[in-house]
């Protein structure tokens, strides 16, 4: 499907691609800043089609984006348009090779070759254990026992995806692992780097839910404050530092953690814009901006010390639906569907937004707030 947005036009503006399974945040940033951007995403949503001149919507997979018509996807733009480069998101963390087929386009972020790295479990865990980083263990050969205290991942998992309890069968695939089950508090720190440094923007208490028997971590959202202390933030921060120096990180990324027991424990890189960068960016996209000063200039901006409290949520479907054609969406979503598009069970709707004074507050804004558009959707919509 190629949409274009009545009236848009990229005359006299520089026009970047942005390539993901939803490129909304990253397109509403460059729009914000002043530029023109085309999209290549599995959803096509009302927001992304009204921050681009061009969109071009393919089919989604588990982990990303069907690469094939992705990429054929991006050829037809490549061939229409000159782009001054090339933005991503977890659709390309986990499909490398869809960077490698864009040819000469700049890349405005880690190379597929840090993205391969980063994702390789052997190569990632060696990393960790020669910075002396700790990590909840890992196994690359067969459990014969205890199976429940293991979960099974896989390196192209994203947003919790590809991350199921361990049941003993035996794993094909050889860069799947299995890591033991650790209970705690899963956190996050999103930062800027400019491959040597780091400029943190702030740390975020990450939300999962189970969608089904074969999702059971799937990202539920996040707000961007956390329950540490001093010591825990510094651990965070100085492997952050240590990781983002080792893998030659730039730009904006994020690190997932959890703290047990008082102790903090690396889970995995996601080396690329992270979601809870629409938790930081600003209204003019200064975020954006100084993603790409650091990417191709290698300056790392000045960022605020404190952030406004904010959280974000994304709702799913709790049975197949079609959208109302008359429902009104309150401004605090985004990734809004089309009217009497059908979502399928457990596939996202839309994204919900809240701030206040305190997380108590905040997040029980966002519960009410994800209430509210599943009680219309369904009152109206079923």
Not at 137 to 145: A, I, K, P, T, Y
Not at 209 to 235: F, H, I, M, W
Not at 269 to 290: C, W
Request: aromatic share 8%; glycine share 8%; charged share 25%.
């Amino acid at each position: 499907m190629h949409l274009k947005l009545p009236g848009g036009s990229s005359e006299g503006k520089r026009i970047y691609l942005v390539v993901g399974t939803s490129g909304r945040a990253i397109a509403q940033a460059l729009k914000a800043s002043g530029n023109s951007v085309a999209v290549v995403d599995g959803f096509a949503d009302v927001d992304t089609i009204a921050s681009s001149v061009f969109c071009r919507k393919v089919p989604r997979t588990e982990f990303g984006l069907d690469e094939k018509e992705a990429v054929r996807a991006i050829g037809q733009l490549q061939d229409e348009h000159c782009f001054e480069g090339v933005f991503y998101n977890s659709a390309v963390e986990s499909a490398p090779r869809l960077l490698d087929a864009i040819g000469d386009c700049k890349v405005i972020g880690n190379s597929s070759a840090v993205l391969r790295r980063c994702k390789d479990p052997v190569i990632f865990f060696s990393t960790l254990d020669e910075y002396s980083v700790r990590y909840p263990e890992v196994c690359f050969s067969q459990v014969v026992e205890d199976h429940h205290l293991w979960i099974q991942k896989s390196p192209n998992s994203a947003g919790g995806i590809g991350i199921i309890p361990f049941a003993g069968e035996t794993r094909r695939d050889p860069l799947v692992y299995l890591q033991r089950y650790m209970k705690g508090l899963d956190f996050s720190l999103t930062f800027l780097a400019d491959g040597e440094n780091i400029e943190a923007l702030g740390y975020n208490t990450l939300w999962h839910r189970a969608c089904d028997s074969g999702r059971p971590y799937v990202y539920e959202g996040a707000v961007n404050q956390v329950a540490l202390g001093p010591e825990q933030k510094r651990t965070a921060l100085d492997y952050a530092a240590l990781l983002a120096r080792a893998f030659h990180l730039v730009g904006l990324n994020s690190i997932d953690f959890i703290l047990s027991k008082d102790d903090v424990y690396v889970l995995e890189i996601n080396p690329r814009i992270p979601s809870t960068f629409d938790l930081y960016e600003t209204r003019q996209g200064k975020l954006i901006q100084a993603h790409m000063d650091a990417c191709m200039h290698g300056k790392l901006a000045r960022l605020p010390c404190e952030w406004p409290l904010r959280a974000h949520a994304v709702v799913y479907a709790p049975e197949s639906v079609q959208v109302p054609a008359c429902l009104k969406w309150p401004l605090w979503t985004a990734d809004r569907p089309h009217p009497e598009e059908f979502i399928q069970k457990n596939e996202p709707v839309c994204s919900v937004f809240a701030g206040g004074k305190n997380m108590s507050q905040v997040r029980s804004m966002i519960r009410a707030r994800m209430q509210k558009i599943l009680h219309d959707l369904l009152q109206d919509g079923s």
